[in-house]
C-alpha cells in the first residue's frame, strides 16, 4: 500500500454501515446499542426473499419493530424480486433509504421516484457481472449506488475486488450529481484502503464488524483508514 494511497483515505472520512445479516437476531436491541456505541452512522438491513437471492431473511415488520429501539439511519438492502411491490411497506417501517436492485425492476426509474415520493432517499444496487451502463439513465436521481462486491444473499464472502472499477466509473460519472456511492460484500480493514481510494463514500460490512472485539477501533479503521 503506498504512501499516497494511507494519506487520500486519512483526509476522507466515510460512512460504516453495518449489516445486521450477521448479528443476533434474538437480540436486536443489543445489537443496535453496539451498533451505535461502535460511532457507525447507518444500519445496513438486507431483505432477502429466497428468489431474486437463495436466502430468506425478513420483512418491513422486523424493521419496524427494530426501530422502537433506534434512532440510526435505517439503510434498508431489498434483495427481492418485483420490490415495487413493498416500497410502501418499507417506508412505513420506518426505513430512511431503500435500494433496490437494478437487476429486479421492470421500471427502475419509477420505483426510484415512488421511494423518493414516500420521503425515503432511493438506492439502486447493482450485482458484480452487472455493468454500471445498466443503471446510467438515473443517474441524476439515485441518492445511493450500491456496489455489490459479492454475489448477494450470504455474509462472509470474499470480496471480489474487481467490482472497484465500477466505483471509479461512477465517480468518474458523477459531474455535480449528490448520489453516494456504496459497496457491499467482503469490506474489511484490509482491503478499505484500496475501496476508498477508488472513491467509495459508504462501506456495508457484516461478518467483520460482528467478530470484531473492538467494534469503536474497528468503525475508526474503516473510516479513516486502516493503515496508520
Ligand atoms: C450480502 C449482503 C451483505 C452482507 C455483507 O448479500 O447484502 O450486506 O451482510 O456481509 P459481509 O461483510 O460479511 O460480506
Ligand atoms: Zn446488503
Redesign the pocket.
Known amino acids: 500500500m503506498s504512501q499516497n494511497v494511507i494519506i487520500k483515505h486519512m483526509e476522507k472520512k466515510i460512512t460504516v454501515a453495518p449489516?445486521v445479516?450477521?448479528a443476533d437476531f434474538s437480540d436486536m436491541k443489543k445489537v443496535l446499542n453496539e451498533i451505535e456505541n461502535s460511532g457507525a452512522g447507518w444500519v445496513?438491513l438486507?431483505v432477502?426473499d429466497g428468489c431474486f437471492?437463495p436466502n430468506l431473511t425478513f420483512g418491513p415488520k422486523f424493521i419496524k419493530d427494530i426501530r422502537e429501539h433506534s434512532n440510526l439511519f435505517f439503510d434498508a438492502?431489498l434483495?427481492i424480486v418485483h420490490p415495487e411491490k413493498f416500497v410502501d411497506e418499507f417506508a412505513d417501517a420506518g426505513c430512511d433509504s431503500i435500494t433496490v436492485h437494478a437487476e429486479a425492476c421492470s421500471d427502475l426509474r419509477d420505483i426510484l421516484l415512488k421511494i423518493k415520493d414516500r420521503g425515503c432517499r432511493c438506492g439502486v444496487a447493482i450485482k458484480p457481472a452487472t455493468p454500471v451502463s445498466e443503471i446510467e439513465n438515473v443517474l441524476d436521481i439515485a441518492d445511493i449506488v450500491l456496489v455489490?462486491t459479492?454475489?448477494?444473499?450470504?455474509?462472509?464472502?470474499q470480496?471480489k475486488k474487481e467490482c472497484f472499477e465500477k466505483i471509479r466509473k461512477l465517480v468518474s460519472l458523477r459531474n455535480g450529481r449528490n448520489y453516494v456511492i456504496s459497496a457491499?460484500?467482503?469490506?474489511?480493514p484490509e482491503v478499505i484502503d484500496e475501496a476508498v481510494l477508488a472513491g467509495l463514500d459508504v462501506a456495508?460490512?457484516?461478518?467483520?464488524?460482528f467478530k470484531a472485539p473492538d467494534k469503536v477501533g474497528f468503525v475508526k479503521m474503516m473510516s479513516e483508514g486502516s493503515q496508520k
Open positions: 449489516s445479516l450477521s445496513h438486507d432477502m437471492v438492502h434483495m455489490m459479492v454475489e448477494p444473499g450470504f455474509g462472509g464472502q470480496i457491499d460484500g467482503g469490506l474489511k456495508v460490512t457484516g461478518s467483520a464488524f
